[in-house]
């Protein structure tokens, strides 16, 4: 049955089903905004999200907005149609509640507005901040696992005492220290930030805890593999013959420059 307003229209008009919709539809839009508007109200108060599950909290909440800031605008959409119908109803209706209840729910969003725009730019810094991390652990991990399966071969080589092969293996010592070097600072950073992503009483972030701790582990275990080959390269290194000759030669040369010297310093 249509509200007493709506059968006194009804008689004037014939017309009172558009009108009936138009009310129908913007209750149903206001609950729906009144919903989204509480939803976002409470993600705002509460504690911005970090670590694993930014993911999906971001999503979620871009996702909460664009229903919030869509049910707002049906709201104003047919509050704008109901204010047409009032004005060709002029006198016979009176939807002031309805005008009241319009204006409040667009009031409330946007009083949160900044709010919500705080929000989401400080939800989509931690997820930078939270990719760049989980981008520079995956980079660390797989650079890791390549470097220890290298070393691992190269220790179970002969040792061998020829000059060349020794320089050789020392060149590729050489680069091995360089990358270790390179990636120091990424290491640093990867556990100074890692706090902030291990906080939450959650299985993925026990998981990425104990995937840290191998992380740091591993580092240590490729650090100490480089420092065991360095001393074995320098022991095949003192046993070589040709580098002990010239060592020599060169020691020969020097003492032949300094005895020049002292010649023309007389």
Known sequence: ALPIYLRGAAGI?????????????LDKALDKSRFHLQQTENIIRSRTPT?????????????????????????????????????????????????????????????????????????????????QFISDLNSIWEWLGETEEELEQLRQLDLS??????????????????????RKAIILSINLCSSA????????????????????????????????WRCLLQGALMQCQDFHEMSHGLLLWLENIDRRKTEIGR
């Not at 017309?15 to 009936?20: H, I, N, V, Y």
């Not at 009241?100 to 939800?123: N, P, Y």
Request: aromatic residues 6%; glycine residues 6%; proline residues 1%.
């Open 13 to 25: 008009t014939g017309e009172p089903g558009s009108l009936e919709t138009h009310i129908r539809q």
């Open 51 to 131: 670590g694993p599950e930014l993911d999906s909290s971001y999503k979620g909440y871009m996702k909460l907005l664009g229903e919030c800031r869509g049910s707002i605008d049906t709201v104003k959409n047919v509050g704008y149609k109901l204010k047409e119908e009032e004005e060709k109803l002029s006198g016979f209706i009176n939807l002031n509640s309805t005008e009241t209840q319009t204006s409040g729910v667009i009031e409330r969003w946007e009083l949160i507005q900044a709010q919500a725009l705080s929000k989401e730019l400080r939800m989509k810094q931690n997820l930078q901040q939270w990719q």
């Open 161 to 182: 005492t020829d000059i060349q092969t020794i320089e050789l293996r020392i060149k590729k010592l050489k680069e091995l220290q360089k990358a270790i070097d390179n």
């Open 197 to 228: 992503f291990t906080q939450a009483d959650t299985t993925e972030s026990r998981d990425l805890q104990e995937r840290l701790n191998q992380m740091n582990a591993r580092w240590e275990h490729v650090c100490s593999m480089i420092e065991e």
